[in-house]
């Protein structure tokens, strides 16, 4: 957890510095992304919050993005994550929004990528999204790389834009 929370620190000190706001749609991912952030001082600054989102069940109850944005996409693509995440966004009504999903293990998803694959994506001013393939099996262990590797792509965009 401590990787998680210092990339999440330098996040959230990124957008403190832009005054912009973040929100978090997970959901292999389990909550550590909302942990690293809340875990910072002052999170509230910078951080609106977040939903763990594991079941179509879940998702369908809890998001208000309309079902035309995501038709014809599957999950765990990068087009699927990307389109979640800025609906997210706009239902936050934040600047910023990650989302995350994916196999952690150690079965296959449901959808068809191994264990160890996720799709992640950041939505805002400098949008980007990717596929994420660990080559490990380990549930726990997943779960942590997504996150660090979710916090990375949030980095990388608010360098960037």
Not at 67 to 89: H, N, Q, V, W
């Amino acid at each position: 957890m401590d990787e998680l929370r210092e990339l999440a620190g330098r996040a959230g000190m990124l957008l403190k510095a832009r005054g912009e706001r973040l929100a978090v749609t997970e959901s292999t991912c389990g909550g550590l992304l909302s942990a690293a952030f809340v875990a910072q001082p002052g999170a509230s600054g910078f951080y609106l919050g977040g939903a763990v989102i594991y079941t179509r069940e879940a998702g369908r109850a809890l998001y208000q993005i309309e079902a035309a944005a995501l038709k014809g996409k599957s999950p765990l693509t990068e087009d699927y994550i990307a389109a979640l995440a800025e609906g997210f966004r706009g239902q936050m009504g934040a600047d910023w929004a990650l989302g995350e999903m994916g196999a952690a293990g150690p079965d296959p998803s449901p959808y068809g990528p191994p264990a160890g694959t996720a799709a992640i994506a950041l939505a805002g001013p400098s949008p980007s999204a990717r596929i994420v393939s660990t080559g490990v099996a380990t549930r726990a262990e997943n779960m942590r790389l997504f996150a660090k590797a979710a916090l990375e792509l949030l980095i990388e965009g608010l360098e960037g834009a």
